[in-house]
């Protein structure tokens, strides 16, 4: 009984073609084929590579049809490398859909790190948010973006997006309209390519200072987005205050906090952290 092989997900460079990794280029000498995003563009990659390999289209367009001939392959124990054309395959690229075919198949998928143009910009952002939110492409249509960015507006991670050339300046304009002028926006632009460019500045300066200079607006983008201001603590009335240290003098917290509450008319949350200061008094 034959073993089936094993899908490797093989991450490529962004531009520069010495991000490939050593493990990524002895699995491309080892594996049986390349299922690519554009044979064409791969084939240059591993030409650059000294490398002779198979190659079989595996696309936005084709990707569950060409998927079932791949999981064939794999059956029938050949090994396969997964790219797409830059970076790291099913992340905003074709890819997903074929790794969770070979899942459900209870196939062997083996992911291997490497190039991640999300990932590359935000390490030089400097934003001190502990998290950060991949959204990828905001849709084409200005007013679905808008309602796209709405959803995001409080989301205290850093914002991370992909765009393209011909729609940077409309994206950043709205982003400055629903998130705020005075956040910062970190532009980043053909990582790790000749023209390799990062600029940081408030969402309001975004949109003119890509204006300035239409060698700016070429290329492809990585928005990075601070992530909402923590709210202003809301403040609590004298009388919500006394009526609070009240009823903490004859009941249990959480109890206090929500009859004070529902006699003051003032807000939950910032009643009990006044009752919490009180308390550790």
């Known amino acids: 009984m034959s073993h089936s092989g094993t899908l490797y997900v093989v991450a490529t460079p962004i531009g520069n073609l010495q991000d490939i990794t050593l493990r990524a280029i002895e699995v491309f000498k080892m594996?049986?084929?390349?299922?690519?995003?554009?044979?064409?563009?791969?084939?240059?990659?591993?030409?650059?590579?000294?490398?002779?390999?198979?190659?079989?289209?595996?696309?936005?367009?084709?990707?569950?049809?060409?998927?079932?001939?791949?999981?064939?392959?794999?059956?029938?124990?050949?090994?396969?490398?997964?790219?797409?054309?830059?970076?790291?395959?099913?992340?905003?690229?074709?890819?997903?859909?074929?790794?969770?075919?070979?899942?459900?198949?209870?196939?062997?998928?083996?992911?291997?790190?490497?190039?991640?143009?999300?990932?590359?910009?935000?390490?030089?952002?400097?934003?001190?948010?502990?998290?950060?939110?991949?959204?990828?492409?905001?849709?084409?249509?200005?007013?679905?973006?808008?309602?796209?960015?709405?959803?995001?507006?409080?989301?205290?991670?850093?914002?991370?997006?992909?765009?393209?050339?011909?729609?940077?300046?409309?994206?950043?304009?709205?982003m400055a309209a629903t998130l705020g002028e005075a956040r910062k926006i970190l532009i980043a632009r053909e990582l790790t390519k000749t023209f390799e460019t990062l600029h940081r500045c408030p969402l309001g300066e975004a949109a003119a200072w890509l204006l300035d200079d239409p060698n700016r607006q070429r290329g492809e983008f990585v928005l990075l987005v601070e992530g909402a201001p923590d709210a202003p603590q809301a403040e609590v009335s004298e009388d919500a205050q006394r009526v609070l240290q009240l009823l903490l003098n004859e009941l249990p917290l959480k109890q206090a906090v929500k009859l004070a509450a529902d006699l003051t008319g003032a807000k939950k949350n910032a009643l009990y952290q006044l009752a919490l200061e009180l308390k550790s008094v």
Request: with cysteine; glycine share 8%.
């Open 31 to 174: 594996v049986d084929i390349v299922a690519a995003e554009d044979t064409r563009h791969s084939a240059h990659l591993l030409t650059h590579l000294g490398i002779k390999a198979r190659l079989v289209a595996v696309h936005e367009h084709n990707e569950r049809r060409a998927g079932e001939k791949i999981l064939d392959e794999l059956r029938a124990g050949k090994s396969v490398a997964l790219v797409s054309d830059a970076g790291t395959p099913g992340i905003s690229d074709p890819g997903a859909i074929l790794v969770g075919m070979a899942r459900e198949a209870g196939l062997n998928v083996v992911p291997l790190p490497g190039a991640c143009a999300a990932v590359t910009a935000l390490s030089a952002a400097g934003f001190e948010q502990p998290h950060f939110l991949f959204y990828g492409f905001l849709p084409a249509s200005g007013a679905q973006r808008r309602k796209s960015l709405e959803t995001l507006r409080d989301q205290p991670a850093a914002l991370v997006f992909y765009e393209a050339p011909h729609r940077v300046i409309e994206s950043v304009t709205d």
